[in-house]
């Protein structure tokens, strides 16, 4: 990660000083979720190392991604934290944008989403579930993940007894309430659901994938990418403070990451990833999941979807 850190580092003193960047002021206001994904971004703002770069990064916080869609769809903000089916969908619209950042990735001891089960079934084991009532939403992120933990572990596409429950909060109450045998949640819910007396069945921790991104509109992408490489090198310090000092943010991370108040003061702070780009491999991956449920006709160029002209 320090080498990764570095290497942003040397790209601000080879492509302008730290005056230079001042002196432009550049203003970016971007939409995000109040989710964990998020924190180095909030880390960033917080600490003043978008500032130091000479952006005037604006956090613009939305309850929900159908808000923030609209808004970046209506040309209301210049930058946009989503998943990938997300983004594939806007820039399939002409919103004009490129992926700039991985924000998350799954990583093995940092679950991001998962299949949860209520308190009457905490003992269920995977094989108590076939056939049982899980709770999902269509065409997102969610169905992209539970089809590929299904994947994983062997499980015909017909399991579970898929039930459509969009709202996240009212999917989590259904499986309090018995009314679901299991969910498909992101974190901190799934700890919540543990708190709760329930269990977390499965998880997409070791999956290796990339599932939220970090967006710019195009235009930062212009002259080589100036303006992008020193929101990422911003970002890269912000990874690396965190890595660091993570107890520092806690406060932080429950303020902005909606840590449940029972959970907040143990509720573990996750090392994000170093600034990368999703592979072309793994954008062909979702695509063609997008293809098979008939959100997309076809793939996208990856020079849609990824920056163009920066060295």
Known sequence: ????????????????????????????????????????????????????????????????????????????????????????LLVRQGVPMRIALTSYRTTPG???????????????????????????SRSTIMEYLLDRISEKYGLAPDYFRRIEVKKIPIRLQMLMDGQLDAAILPEPLMSLVEYKGGAVVLTAEDMDMPLTVLCLHERFFADEGRIYRR????????????????????????????????????????????????????LDDVQDWMIAHDMLKQRMPHARLLPGNVR
């Open 231 to 282: 929101f990422a090198d911003a970002y890269a310090k912000a990874v690396e403070h965190l890595a660091e000092t993570p107890e520092k943010y806690r406060g932080l991370m429950a303020r902005t990451c909606r840590i449940p108040p029972p959970l907040a003061p143990k509720y573990p702070i996750y090392r994000y990833p170093a600034p990368a780009l999703p592979t072309a491999a793994e």
């Open 1 to 88: 990660m320090k080498s990764i850190f570095a290497a942003f580092v040397l790209f601000a003193m080879l492509w302008g000083t730290p005056a230079q960047a001042a002196n432009e002021n550049v203003t970016i206001r971007f939409g995000v979720l109040p989710v964990l994904d998020t924190l180095p971004m909030q880390v960033a703002v917080q600490e003043g190392f978008f500032a130091d770069a000479g952006l005037n990064v604006e956090l613009v916080s939305f309850a929900s991604a159908l808000e923030r869609d609209t808004a970046m769809q209506a040309g209301l903000l210049d930058g946009y934290f989503g998943d990938l089916i997300a983004t594939c």
């Open 110 to 136: 940092s679950p991001m989403f998962g299949i949860a089960v209520g308190s009457g079934k905490a003992e269920a084991t995977l094989a108590d579930l076939r056939g049982a009532s899980i709770g999902y």
